[in-house]
């Protein structure tokens, strides 16, 4: 079944500093890919999705994340961090082995964000 | 004009109770979703419902029961409640007739198990 794995539980950086956040896939086929963020004692939002239309995809709030194919990588980026970026972020993939019905999530990663 | 709600948005109550959540999403989809959040943070389906269909039931006790009056409500019925079904629990919706369609969440519901 395809998943997800999001390499770091925590992430720190400081505000100004580019944020990565990495997201790997397993599927056989390329998947529907998205990032999702979580604000404390809220619901997801979603934040940017990977749908085969373009490799780079623009989200809100200033970030975006590439697929590539060859590394099975979705990673987000931002160029520079704000206060208000800190959350749990999520990488989630819908894929053929389940007949993109069901949306698996990775573990997530929580951004830091210090002054 | 929210556009998926859940109730209540706390819910504490005791071991060997029986309770329920209520979900209803104003987007027009045609699936909903139960997902449960546990204290790592970690996300996992529980159901899934397209048109009042049920699709996907996960490994789940049979303690828990959705049900789908129509396609805009999806409520989450839990008997005998447990202390490890402490957790957040989302309700979330999608067009799955659109290929890749995101799922929307609401804002989830903390269950406290005393």
């Known amino acids: 079944a395809q998943s997800v794995t999001q390499l770091g539980s925590h992430v720190s950086v400081s505000e100004g500093a580019l944020v990565l956040l990495r997201c790997n896939y397993s599927?056989?086929?390329?998947?529907?890919l998205f990032w999702y963020v979580q604000y404390p004692n809220q619901g997801l939002q979603l934040l940017l999705k990977?749908?085969?239309?373009?490799?780079l995809v623009k989200g809100i709030n200033g970030f975006e994340a590439e697929f590539k194919k060859s590394e099975t990588s979705f990673h987000l980026t931002k160029p520079s961090a704000h206060m208000s970026d800190a959350a749990e972020y999520f990488c989630?993939?819908?894929?053929?082995?389940?007949?993109?019905?069901?949306?698996?999530f990775g573990k997530g990663t929580m951004l830091l964000v210090s002054p | 004009d929210t556009a998926v709600s859940q109730t209540p948005k706390y819910l504490v109550t005791q071991m060997g109770n029986d309770k329920s959540i209520k979900c209803e999403q104003n987007l027009g989809h045609d699936t909903m979703y139960w997902y449960k959040q546990d204290s790592k943070k970690f996300l996992k389906i529980m159901f899934s419902?397209?048109?009042?269909?049920?699709?996907i039931n996960e490994t789940v006790p049979n303690r828990f029961s959705p049900k789908s009056p129509d396609k805009a409500h999806l409520n989450l019925h839990i008997n005998s409640l447990e202390l490890g079904d402490s957790a957040v629990y989302f309700c979330?919706?999608?067009?799955?007739?659109?290929?890749?369609?995101?799922?929307?969440f609401g804002n989830g519901t903390r269950l406290t198990v005393t």
């Open positions: 979330a919706s999608s067009q799955q007739s659109a290929e890749g369609s995101p799922l929307h």
């Open positions: 599927s056989s086929v390329p998947p529907y």
């Open positions: 990977y749908t085969s239309a373009a490799t």
């Open positions: 989630a993939v819908y894929g053929p082995d389940t007949g993109y019905s069901t949306l698996t």
């Open positions: 419902y397209n048109n009042k269909e049920l699709i």
